[in-house]
């Protein structure tokens, strides 16, 4: 049932865009008929709470609660947003205006699940989607009101993070994210450092959400939205969640004096800066978010106090703020509608005979003066009787009483400054008449509720008993009456609209030294300013990190990698033993080979020289797999490091042959930051590694492989077999790889290849001769190893061997063929490269795709023909093999002939640098054609 | 031990190269942290055991594992294409090798 109301409120946002485009503007009729029936629902429902499964695993659900506290707080967020909805039906231009609609019945479906939700995630998620759709729909006003959205979003979204803190260690202290659970947890009267904690950031939130000191600046800032918008978010959607939230927290801190001095000093605070700040406005709709501002402050300091008493008074208060002060945003509306300005000064030249809009904005202004018989006496009675029994917090009851009565006063004064401000009666001025019934028929229900309520507010006893309750957690009756008799409070209330009085009379005396004060800097600059220093700190972050010097970049992670290896050794104990024999006297052979090739590589001062001790380090790496049992690695590894020398030979020719010397005070922090490095390195292999015995993953392998897949060399059908979809994945890197260096050297013209000085007449000038043993050598092996190439393939599911080995063997086998030519600038392989890799991918994923009918992708699956097995993991094996050769091939191919630049220099298209170019005259053959188309 | 100390040696070598300024020195930086990566999944499978791992073995006890063997094959042949590319980036980058490329061409045509 709570969900079918809160279902309700969402469909009716979903289905907006519909009613809109068929309706037009006069969808704010239909779609006010489900936020009545949702508020309808909740009325019978009464209480209750659903639990909807939402991230079970989390334990966070989509809970929802209704209680007396709820209840008020939806019907205001329901009733008022139907309200606001008809009002707009008529108040906009004939048009479709979508966005605005879905955007308010959106607003309306968030409030709906911040008020009800029981969970404290729910709770964050909804306070979020309010604050979002606050900003769109003040940034939807126009390109003026672009900054102050952003600024409304800032702070707003700031209270969202401190929400965030405050959820995230509520979660965290009391093991639950169930709001009610959170809230009667004992630990807040016991742990006073993590209560102080939450405590700090709820007040933030609520503060930012409700405009209180020091985050009020946005609130009169976003008054650029239009007027509907305005009266929702003040009435009854954005400000009231910032009360909600503090009064549903309450029955937790209201006894944590931390909770009562924020609250109070800062509500207070507002009231005063709010009421003062109201009556030097002229816009009517500004002079009302100031208003609104300065009630909401008191509002504040009633949670504050804590006391039933005072909670009660919030409640009455919140219903009376949302009424009259809805009414008085929609009738200012249907004013400025009218009268083209909201400004007073303006105003007073006009005639206004506008009975209804006058009357209406008369009663509510009265409301909010706290004039009886209407329910704002009714609530500033209840303040006054709670603030003069405040228990002595950090202000005593003597204090708070006289600043709510000073801003109470102020209230009074600024009131009488709208009604009298909005009533023009200049004869002679231009005629403003009433608007349409339509239009004034649901803000003039507001405005008589505040009435009628006012002289039976025993009607509302048992909606305010119930959420007072709830936002106590003791029972507590309320008993609302516009007479108490002679009292403290009324004379309270006495003074105040004495000295009101007094104000208005003297309005003339003192609206001149309003206006000459001032506050010796705006909250506005304020907030401007922390954006631009916002802005400043990162520029000047993004300084630090917008070098081009790669060096910085990758000096970064390293230092973090230090700084984590270091903060986990400090924490290392309980390690367990190491297992087995780790090291083995002949390690240590290997240990040394790899540091001598490791030092010679830091200390090298030629390009050749560095490839050269790198691939020392490389086969030494091969001795090392070989040493710990990985003969495929092994194997793997040998050929990859003479491919990859053969290529960095390749391009080597394009480089210069010195390194250039680093001066000291450059290479001694990079030695410092790799010996660091080292050492974590180290510690961190040392301590995490070799320490239990074999997993259960390689024990499966190494007891079933052979039976489930038919092959003896675990290793290749993990590759092929098991894990088939990573060895796709690598192939598809080494396509991707293939292509972006294909596409590097059409598209971008490679260093130009260094002269090589030779004297004519030695005998190493003539390439011819020289490769003469190399292509008889070639001639013999060449088709040897491309026997052997196919024989390891297919052996390679047995014994060492497999797809990327049998490549990197013909890789091999192609570069002897590239190395026994005597020129490079004619395509020895003609084979398409890229195609070969796409090759090698379709047939990987082809295969793959034939798993399926064994019920996964790539399962393999086996056959056996004249009595010899096979298995699909072979095709697999292919593709691989495919796609190894095409991404060798292409980068000899790519690396090894001339840049096409170079061979059009040679054509006679001469750019200057390509003199070096030592092919220019070498003789062009049909292939040439071929590789530059 | 011994492989926490190989990955460990291999590390500096490779932050020191890294932290150069010419492209090739970076490369050959990234080929040795690739070296130093490989050994360290090894290291997670065990340096106790070496058999290598073929067949159904009777005794487990002996057999190196062959899980991070089939991780660092496909490891090393991924770094070779990884390598070419940055190979690549290093001779067609606007600075091409290194910001100081230009100033040492110049010298070797001089001295040439």
């Known amino acids: 049932m709570l969900l079918a109301c809160v279902a309700t409120v969402v469909a009716t946002c979903v289905l907006a865009p519909l009613v809109t485009r068929l309706l037009g503007r006069s969808a704010g009729w239909i779609l006010s008929i489900p936020l009545l029936a949702a508020a309808a629902g909740l009325i019978v429902l009464g209480s209750g709470t659903q639990h909807v499964p939402w991230m079970p695993t989390l334990g966070i659900g989509f809970d929802l609660r209704l209680d007396g506290l709820s209840l008020t707080f939806m019907l205001l967020v329901l009733l008022i947003g139907a309200a606001v909805l008809t009002y707009s039906s008529r108040y906009f231009a004939v048009g479709r205006h979508t966005r605005y609609f879905t955007l308010m019945t959106a607003f309306a479906a968030a409030m709906t699940m911040l008020v009800l939700a029981n969970d404290v995630v729910l709770l964050f998620v909804s306070w979020e989607l309010t604050t979002l759709c606050s900003f769109l729909l003040i940034a939807r006003s126009g390109a003026k009101a672009r900054r102050p959205a952003i600024r409304t979003l800032l702070v707003t979204a700031m209270g969202g993070l401190s929400l965030l803190g405050a959820v995230t260690t509520m979660a965290v202290a009391t093991g639950t994210t169930q709001l009610s659970e959170i809230i009667a947890d004992p630990m807040w009267q016991e742990d006073t450092a993590v209560a102080s904690t939450v405590i700090a950031l709820l007040a933030i939130a609520a503060f930012t959400k409700s405009a209180q000191f020091p985050f009020q600046a946005w609130l009169p800032d976003s008054m650029v939205a239009i007027t509907p918008v305005s009266a929702y978010l003040h009435a009854a959607a954005m400000v009231k969640a910032g009360i909600y939230l503090l009064l549903r927290f309450s029955p937790a801190f209201s006894e944590v004096p931390l909770w009562n001095t924020m609250l109070i000093t800062s509500g207070l605070i507002t009231a005063l800066l709010g009421a003062v700040a109201a009556l030097r406005r002229y816009d009517l709709k500004e002079l009302l978010a100031y208003s609104t501002i300065s009630q909401l402050g008191l509002l504040v300091a009633m949670i504050g106090v804590g006391t039933p008493e005072a909670i009660k008074a919030a409640t009455v208060h919140t219903v009376a703020h949302a009424l009259f002060k809805s009414a008085l945003f929609l009738f200012v509306g249907v004013i400025d509608h009218r009268a083209g300005t909201r400004d007073i000064r303006a105003l007073t030249h006009m005639r206004i005979r506008m009975p209804v809009t006058l009357g209406a904005i008369t009663i509510s202004a009265a409301s909010m003066a706290g004039l009886p018989p209407l329910l704002g006496f009714v609530s500033k009675e209840s303040m006054f009787t709670a603030f003069v029994d405040a228990p002595a917090t950090p202000w005593g009851p003597i204090t708070i009483t006289v600043a709510a009565a000073v801003a109470s006063a102020l209230t009074f004064a600024y009131s009488a400054r709208i009604v009298m401000g909005a009533r023009g009666h200049d004869p002679d001025g231009r005629e403003v008449t009433e608007v349409r019934p339509a239009v004034w028929a649901a803000p003039s229900l507001a405005a008589l509720a505040g009435l009628v309520l006012g002289l039976m507010p025993f009607t509302l006893d048992p909606l305010i008993s119930g959420a007072a309750t709830a936002a106590t957690g003791t029972t507590v009756e309320a008993h609302l009456a516009l007479w108490h008799g002679f009292n403290l409070p009324l004379l309270i209330s006495a003074l105040v609209i004495t000295t009101g009085v007094l104000l208005v009379l003297a309005r003339k005396k003192i609206q001149p030294v309003l206006l000459t004060y001032r506050l010796p800097f705006s909250a506005l600059d304020v907030v401007e300013a922390i954006l631009a220093g916002l802005a400043r700190t990162g520029r000047v972050v993004s300084g630090w990190s917008s070098s081009t010097a790669p060096r910085l970049h990758l000096a970064m992670p390293v230092i973090v990698t230090i700084g984590i290896g270091t903060v986990g050794v400090l924490g290392l104990s309980g390690l367990p033993a190491i297992d087995g024999n780790a090291s083995r006297p002949l390690d240590w052979v290997l240990v040394v080979l790899l540091a001598a090739g490791v030092i010679a590589a830091m200390m090298v001062s030629t390009r050749v020289g560095a490839v050269v001790v790198v691939g020392v380090v490389g086969f030494a790496m091969t001795l090392w797999f070989m040493s710990l049992g990985a003969a495929d690695v092994a194997l793997t590894q040998l050929l990859v490091e003479i491919l990859t020398v053969t290529v960095m030979v390749l391009l080597l020719r394009r480089l210069p042959t010195d390194f250039k010397p680093t001066p000291l005070r450059r290479t001694l922090p990079s030695l410092v930051i790799a010996v660091a490095a080292g050492l974590t390195t180290t510690l961190g292999v040392w301590a995490l590694t070799g320490r239990r015995s074999m997993s259960s993953a390689a024990e499966y392998y190494l007891t079933e492989g052979e039976g489930v897949t038919g092959g003896a060399n675990v290793v290749n059908t993990i590759l092929v077999d098991f894990r088939a979809l990573d060895t796709l994945g690598e192939l598809s890197v080494l396509g991707v790889a293939g292509i972006v260096i294909a596409t590097l050297l059409r598209s971008r013209r490679p260093a130009s290849a260094r002269r090589i000085e030779i004297d004519e007449n030695s005998p190493l000038a003539d390439a011819l001769d020289n490769s003469v043993f190399t292509r008889t050598l070639a001639r013999l092996v060449g088709p040897l190893i491309v026997i052997l190439s196919v024989f390891l393939l297919l052996r390679g599911h047995q014994e060492p061997g497999g797809g990327f080995i049998a490549a990197l063997v013909g890789g091999a086998g192609f570069a002897l063929i590239y190395l026994m030519s005597p020129t490079d600038d004619v395509r020895r392989i003609r084979l398409p490269y890229l195609a070969l890799i796409g090759a090698g991918i379709v047939i990987g994923a082809g295969t793959g795709l034939f798993g399926l009918t064994e019920g996964s992708f790539l399962a393999p699956l086996h056959t056996e023909i004249l009595g010899y097995k096979l298995t699909s993991a072979l095709v697999f094996d292919v593709g691989v093999y495919l796609a190894v050769i095409g991404i060798v091939l292409s980068a000899f191919n790519l690396l090894g002939l001339p840049h096409p630049h170079e061979r059009d220099a040679a054509h006679g298209f001469d750019e200057g640098d390509d003199g070096d170019d030592p092919h220019a005259d070498a003789p062009q053959t049909p292939d040439h054609q071929e590789v530059t188309a | ?112």
């Not at chain 2, 063997?69 to 496909?74: G, K, M, S, W």
């Not at chain 2, 770094?79 to 690549?88: E, K, P, R, W």
């Not at chain 2, 290093?90 to 045509?109: F, K, L």
């Open chain 2, 1 to 112: 031990m011994t492989l926490a100390i190989t990955a460990g040696l291999l590390v500096m070598g490779a932050v020191y190269l890294l932290l150069k300024r010419e492209m090739l020195r970076i490369v050959l930086g990234f080929v040795l942290l690739g070296h130093a990566a490989n050994l360290v999944i090894m290291a997670a499978g065990g340096a106790s055991r070496r058999d290598a791992p073929f067949g159904a073995p009777d005794d487990l006890s002996t057999v190196a594992d062959p899980l991070p063997q089939a991780f660092v094959l496909t490891a090393i042949v991924i770094a070779f294409a990884i390598t070419i590319l940055m190979l690549v980036l290093a001779v067609t980058g606007r600075d091409q090798d290194d910001d100081t490329t230009v100033e040492s061409d110049v010298d070797e045509e001089g001295r040439s």
